[in-house]
């Protein structure tokens, strides 16, 4: 039994990868939500970009925490890491998907994926191990 669970579990050493990992899962997570509430309710699609951007400043937290927790040192720094890799990744889907050029407006939410990312890295350092 020792052998199956070796073979199909991944643990990714890495804070960073861990927490992207857990950032884009979350991400997946709310993005199946808010099509549900888009399919479900009559919101329209106008109404999401503020939801949109709950969904990101969620997943920035949780993966900074897990990015934080996982290296039990300076996690603000691996959460901030985390949390620029994130933005970076987001912004470039953005721009190979919408054929935009870089704004202003841009390097704020990359500058504030870093914020958040590092906050989240902050509580997850900080939380008990045990």
Known sequence: MQFVRRLFSVRINSPLLSGLNAAFIWMFIGAFVLSLFLWLTGMREQDLSFYTYVVHAVSLLIGGFISGKRSNERGWYHGGIMGAVYGLLILVIGFLALESSLQLQD???????????????????NVDKS
């Open 107 to 125: 390097i704020l939410q990359w500058g504030a994926a870093f914020i958040l990312g590092a906050i989240g890295g902050i509580f997850g350092v």
